[in-house]
């Protein structure tokens, strides 16, 4: 569904190397990577946010609807939730249905500002959903919660993949424990420039804690 040909991305030195991958419908990739390799990067690469990567170089990306959770949550701060859903695209009852569907029942006139850090996180969630996407780009969404908190959100992330198989996530994180939770595929971005230097289809449990073992050994990685 989409096709990734990346020549590389430079900040006045050369973050991103080649990065060449394709991504499938039901694709649920955690993409690991020591701090500050170029994630983030990629990630906006891959939304098309990114106007020095070359629309031709996302092969695809014209077809689809991408709901991106970025690190912070990002809504209107002077909209009320029902509103900020709104304009993603939902109208005002499917607005108070992706918030229920998030656990926020009954907030959608509330501003960003009067959520807890867990709550807004959530509330950017059902943002992406208002998209319908094809695609979801989660960029570490559980950094800073609580791990109560943390592993709600990461069950609700995971039936919502599973009740929409055919959506594919891409989810930046450290920590191996989301990958095994979430991920049916690991992409490994390391170097410099940085390079796809793992992509693996992981189907099951005992593949991908194989596979995070290889990883928390490997030399600069600081998987958790
Ligand atoms: N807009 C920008 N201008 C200049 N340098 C940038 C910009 N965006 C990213 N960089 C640099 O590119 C490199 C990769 O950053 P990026 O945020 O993509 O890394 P990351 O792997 O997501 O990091 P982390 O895991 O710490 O979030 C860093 O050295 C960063 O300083």
Known sequence: MLELQIAGRSFGQPVLGEVFATIE?????????????GKTTLLNAIAGLDKAIPAEAIIGREKLRVG?????HRLLPWRTLNANLRLAGANHEEAEEHLASVG????????????????????????????KPDLLLLDEPFASLDPVMAGELKALIAGILDTNPGMAMICVTHDGGDAEILANRLWYLN??????????VVGEPRL??????????SEGFDLV
């Open 25 to 37: 419908r039901g694709d649920r990739i955690c993409l690991l990577g020591p701090s500050g390799i």
């Open 68 to 72: 991106y959770l970025f690190q912070e």
């Open 191 to 200: 170097g410099q420039p940085a390079r796809l230097q793992w992509d693996d």
């Open 104 to 131: 926020l029942k009954g907030y959608g006139h509330y501003l960003p500002d009067q959520l807890s850090l867990g709550m807004a996180r959530r509330a950017a969630l059902a943002r992406c959903l208002a998209v």
């Open 208 to 217: 991908i804690n194989d596979l995070l073992g290889r990883l928390r050994n």
